[in-house]
């Protein structure tokens, strides 16, 4: 049995009940993680520390990788996102999305099978706004060369590396000719060292369409941060929702992987949350540590728990709960 070391970040809300399941199942795979476990966001306030501990941004780096649970962040007042400030100091540059139907979910959609590959860093979510006067607020869109290229060169080797047949660039380009043309055009001058793939563009309300029409029109999507937020949930609506969703933060030097779920307190310590998410998480975790065997068990495990539908949480249609659901995984695997 091998042995490693990671980070643990429950969260908040239904965070610590599915991080808990999570290391249940990843601890059946066969694979001994040493979990340094840290608070942040609002359990991190109620124990007095600051929202995104420097000794948890340490952690990560030591380690290079963690597992998160879902944080909140307050909307309108109080302290910024802790996603967004991980990513950050981290330069977790690459958000990548794995959209893939689970058998016996809810979805007028069989076999989706669809990458959203999203930059990290930049965009509207550097946060950088200004008021004018009492009445008109300007917020900026900061897009890089270096960044837009960097993101391209990660999609493009990642659906080679995996096999995928094409990348689709997805912007605005046709309003906003400088900025999201930037993108575009790093994208396509990335595109011809990838002879081997198709590669597309399509603007994003244009895609979004696509995607409810036929998901299949597209393979791996190449996205600025902005739209690659908001096609990740529309895609993650495709396969049955955000509760079997994975997302992974990646850079040169760290990763973390996550739940993209909310932290859900209105069903907090009622024990029915869906953990299918962070397990999923966990899965992106054990292949980018190697251990590729003990992660196809647990994909497995999930495909024939699904398929038999017996003890799925109850937003899967089940009558199950956190921990049954959790159990009877572990017994798939074993």
């Known amino acids: 049995m091998s042995s490693l070391e990671a980070v643990l970040i429950p969260g908040d809300g239904i965070g610590p009940e599915v991080a808990d399941a999570a290391r249940q199942v990843l601890a059946a795979s066969g694979v001994d993680i040493h979990w340094h476990v840290f608070e942040a966001g609002l359990k991190a306030q109620e124990i007095g520390q600051d929202p995104l501990p420097e000794a948890l941004v340490e952690a990560v780096r030591a380690t290079g990788v963690a597992l998160k649970g879902p944080i909140t962040t307050p909307v309108g007042y109080g302290f910024t996102s802790v996603n967004v400030g991980l990513r950050r100091a981290l330069d977790l540059f690459v958000n990548l999305r794995p959209i893939r139907s689970l058998p016996g979910t809810f979805s ?20 950088d706004e200004t008021w004018l006067d009492q009445d008109t607020v300007i917020a900026a869109k900061l897009v890089t060369r270096s960044g837009s290229t960097r993101i391209a060169r990660f999609a493009f080797d990642y659906a080679q590396a995996h096999g995928r047949s094409s990348v689709t660039a997805v912007h605005k380009a046709n309003i906003l000719k400088e900025s999201d043309g930037l993108f575009l055009s790093c994208a396509r001058k990335t595109a011809a060292d990838y002879p081997g793939l198709l590669f597309k563009d399509r603007i994003i309300d244009a895609l ?59 069903i907090a310590g009622q024990g029915i949350a869906n953990p299918t998410a962070l397990i999923l998480a966990g899965i992106l975790l054990l292949r980018h540590l190697g251990e590729n065997s003990a992660a196809l068990r647990i994909e497995q495990g999930l495909d024939a728990v699904y398929t038999a539908g017996a003890n799925l949480p109850p937003d899967m249609g089940g009558s199950g709960n956190t921990q049954s659901f959790t159990e009877t995984l572990i017994k798939q695997i074993s």
Not at 118 to 127: F, H, K
Not at 244 to 262: D, K, Q, S, W
């Open 108 to 127: 007028r959609f069989e076999n989706v099978d669809l990458v959203i590959i999203r930059e990290n860093t930049e965009g509207l979510y550097i946060g």
């Open 208 to 266: 979004c369409m696509d995607l409810v029409v036929d998901p299949a029109r597209h393979d791996v999507m190449l996205c600025p941060n902005l739209y690659g937020d908001i096609v990740s949930d529309l895609a993650a609506g495709l396969v049955g929702g955000l509760g079997t969703v994975p997302g992974a933060n990646l850079g040169h030097r760290c990763a973390i992987f996550e739940a993209v779920h909310g932290s859900a307190p209105d």
